[in-house]
């Protein structure tokens, strides 16, 4: 059966558009695991825009299942994490113009600074994920520099217009997991998934762990935490 790993980051981001100290992430990510969360996930970007270390470090004492920390491959972020030892790191790249994670990180060009970062962080006992498009090439890096995960970027699936164009992305995330599969990785796939997205992976038995933050958060509003965590947890289960 597939895991849920609820991304809180959005809790945060409506903090920030106040810059006052409510809503709490860490109590949203408290409410996640009470609903079945199977893991928390945050991404502490450069710019400290949503996620800040203080809540990454209360998370760490806090959070009962894991704790999965996206950032960016720089020194900086490599020494929060030594530092405060979450259970995953997921390897994002990472633009400030940004409004969110725009693509998966590009491994092959890339690849010296990726694998430097992996060998650091598994070193220090944290598990390794990659966060990269459903492309093989890159899938096979990861596997290369020795990474424990990847990560499929999803958002292309999930933005898809047309017919044909969502099924000619789920078929490159198909054959991406395959490929991951037979290469011993861990597959867990997240970005722009929602209640009605996730549905396309009934049957699939592909993926380990989702990675889902804006729709669940987006749907707390109205039902409140929990509710919405049960709701997907409900859907993953039933895929
Ligand atoms: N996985 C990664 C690597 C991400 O950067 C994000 C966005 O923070 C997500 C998953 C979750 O995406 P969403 O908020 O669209 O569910």
New binding site residues.
Partial sequence: MAEL?V?V??VATLREARQIHYPEPVAAAIAAETAGADAI?V?LREDRRHIKERDVRILRQVVQTRLIL?MAATNEMLNIALDIKPDVV?L?PEKREEI??EG?LNIITHQGMAKEAVTTLKNAGIQTCI?IDPDLDQIKMAHKIDSDMI?I???AF?EAKTEPSRNHEFSRIVNAAKMGAKLKLGV???????YRSIQAFKGHNLIHEF???????SRAILTGMEQAVRDMKKLIDEL
Avoid: L, P, R, W
């Fill in positions: 790993a991304n980051d959005h996930v991404h996206e997921t994002v969110t994670t998966g966060f990560e970027h999803t958002g999930c867990n796939a997240g970005h722009g998934i929602c990675s889902i933050g804006h729709s669940i958060v």
